[in-house]
């Protein structure tokens, strides 16, 4: 079943928890699908009015903001040993080559690094444990981390739910033309084709056929 449609299933309330503990896990350093969850949930919103999206924006935010902060403590206190141990749980998120990548990422930019992290999906699991181990001071990972969970949480809601609304009017209004197109798009494109193949077997049939060796 398709994410979507199994959200259409729960309660709006149920929604609103799902996305702010999916993307807190994710954001603590657990690899999770917390952007399909909230994009799915978004789309759901512009579709049916059960769902508030500044409630949705919201938990959303909490759950980025709060899960990074978690990161940070756990990575604090752990340090460079949690991420062999995260390694070896799930070493395709946490293999030696993508640690060094987002270390060097954050040895350039330092709490940028945080800040557009939030955007960048394998940044967005290190952010938090990482900048923890690296004791980054915790005022500059926490305003990187409040400014990048609003702007990336409450901005894809936004564009998402407006999307999702213009989207639907769109096709409501203009969902004749929008066959029109596809069917002389698909004649157009038959036409075309058969044209290309009718060439391409007559140069085959001018090509002059080279004489056998020794005649």
Not at 7 to 17: Q, S
Not at 62 to 86: C, E, F, Q, T, V
Not at 138 to 150: E, H, P, Q, R, S
Request: charged share 15%; hydrophobic share 55%; proline share 5%.
């Amino acid at each position: 079943m398709h994410v979507q449609e199994w959200l259409e299933t729960v309660p709006a309330v149920a929604v609103y928890a799902l996305v702010g503990i999916v993307i807190g896990l994710e954001s603590l350093g657990i690899p999770l699908p917390g952007e399909i969850i909230l994009v799915s949930s978004a789309l759901l919103a512009s579709q049916h009015g059960d769902i508030d999206p500044v409630i949705l924006g919201a938990c959303a935010t909490a759950g980025a903001i709060i899960g990074d902060s978690i990161g940070y403590a756990i990575g604090r206190k752990g340090g460079r040993p949690l991420l062999a141990w995260l390694g070896g749980k799930f070493p395709r998120h946490f293999s030696e080559a993508h640690i060094a990548t987002a270390e060097r990422s954050f040895q350039k930019w330092g709490m940028w690094a945080v800040f557009f992290g939030r955007f960048v999906a394998l940044l967005r699991i290190f952010a938090g444990p990482l900048a923890g181990v690296l004791r980054m001071p915790y005022w500059k990972f926490l305003t990187a981390n409040v400014l990048g969970g609003i702007l990336w949480a409450g901005g894809t809601t936004a564009v998402i739910y407006y999307v999702g609304i213009v989207a639907e009017s769109w096709l409501k209004r203009f969902s004749w033309l929008g066959l029109v197109a596809a069917v002389l798009i698909g004649v157009t494109s038959m036409l075309v084709l058969k044209r290309k193949a009718k060439k391409t077997a007559s140069a085959a049939e001018a090509t002059p056929t080279p004489a056998p060796v020794g005649d």
